[in-house]
């Protein structure tokens, strides 16, 4: 698996990138919060920013479980 590695973590980090732009576009974009008056807007795109931040940290995550579990099959530890 020496050589097909890169690969790997290549094809899981695309993955995830289309995953996040689908989550992104089909179920964050939509949300809309009434009831604040002027500050509508502003408590929508606080809850966007905070649901995005979060997504990519999970992601960071994966790609780090990955890229570990990728060099520990290589040193076979």
């Known amino acids: 698996m020496s050589g097909s590695s890169i690969f790997v973590f290549i094809f899981a980090m695309w993955i995830l990138i289309i995953i996040g732009g689908g989550i ?3 179920i ?3 949300i ?4 604040y ?3 509508d807007l502003i408590f929508s795109s606080v809850i966007k920013a ?3 931040i979060g997504l990519v940290v999970t ?3 994966i790609l780090s479980r990955v890229k ?3 060099f520990r099959s290589q040193l076979k530890i």
């Open 24 to 26: 992104t576009v089909l």
């Open 28 to 30: 964050l974009a939509p």
């Open 32 to 35: 809309t919060i009434s009831g």
């Open 37 to 39: 008056g002027e500050f």
């Open 50 to 52: 905070v649901i995005s």
């Open 59 to 61: 992601w960071i995550f």
């Open 68 to 70: 570990n579990w990728i």
